[in-house]
């Protein structure tokens, strides 16, 4: 089966270890883009945190679209034109915050449009770093405040990654159920709309645009691409994934640092379509 569309983890899977795209990979995704493959960064971050390797990879027009918020949005890469989002309620995102205070576990909300927001006055490390790496403005509000900011691509809880393992273990079992989660880093957790996860996001844009799961092609590394090898066609596991992606994948590349992007695309796109 052809491939017409690959989708791509960002952290850990794009970019190596100083975030930066390796040779190899950049010039295989121009060509494979050059070829009609569609080319479709899938990632945790909003549109913000992703444009300048868009723009690296001259993925800039109106046929080119990002999966962001980990599956809860996708958009068109240049007017950022939200093609389908399946996000949280007030009501639904007010809860999970009241739960962060009574569990002692601070947390954080997304909005799709690239904003965060925190009701924890002492305000935690990693939504600053967040904030500041993804390049959203991030605000403090109280409690009541949040209930006017309308729906949200997610919520997360941002805290250090013993106190995370540690509520985890506490944490009711029908919060589980109501809601898409992943432990996306130690330091993140993250709650969301159960059709909100990168896998489905994957195949829907991948319906809008023709192609069938068995013609997609993703690669990652971590617990939140897990999705995306249980419903794509073919998967490909960074050398540096962890176990269970490489237990679900077709193949396995060589890790971040080594272009194992680049390294796939050649081999199961570029050598294959001459």
């Not at 195949?203 to 617990?223: H, K, Q, S, Y």
């Amino acid at each position: 089966m052809k491939i017409k569309m690959i989708a791509i983890d960002i952290d850990g899977t794009l970019v190596d270890d100083q975030k930066k795209i390796g040779p190899l990979t950049k010039v295989a995704l121009k060509k494979a883009r050059a070829q009609g493959v569609y080319v479709v960064l899938c990632t945790g971050r909003p549109l913000s945190g992703v444009k300048d390797y868009l723009d690296e990879l001259g993925l800039v027009t109106e046929d080119d679209y990002a999966i962001t918020f980990n599956g809860a949005k996708a958009q068109t890469t240049k007017s950022g034109q939200t093609l389908f989002e399946h996000g949280l309620t007030p009501k639904e995102y007010g809860a999970l915050d009241a739960l962060s205070h009574e569990l002692g576990v601070r947390g954080q909300i997304v909005l799709p449009d690239s904003s965060v927001y925190t009701t924890f006055k002492d305000i935690s490390p990693y939504t600053v770093l967040d904030a500041f790496y993804t390049k959203m403005p991030l605000y403090y509000r109280t409690s009541q405040e949040i209930e006017t900011l309308g729906l949200a691509a997610k919520y997360m809880w941002v805290d250090e990654p013993e106190v995370i393992q540690a509520k985890l273990a506490t944490l009711d079992q029908a919060v589980l159920a109501k809601y898409y989660t992943v432990l996306s880093a130690p330091w993140f957790y993250e709650m969301m709309n159960k059709k909100a996860h990168k896998g489905a996001a994957v195949i829907e844009l991948g319906e809008r645009l023709g192609i069938t799961a068995a013609e997609i092609m993703v690669l990652g590394d971590e617990n939140n691409d897990l999705t995306m090898f249980e419903l794509a066609g073919f998967g490909v596991a960074m050398g540096n994934a962890n176990e269970q992606i490489k237990a679900l994948a077709q193949a396995v590349t060589t890790d971040n640092k080594h272009d194992g992007v680049g390294v796939a695309v050649t081999k199961y796109i570029l050598e294959k379509g001459r």
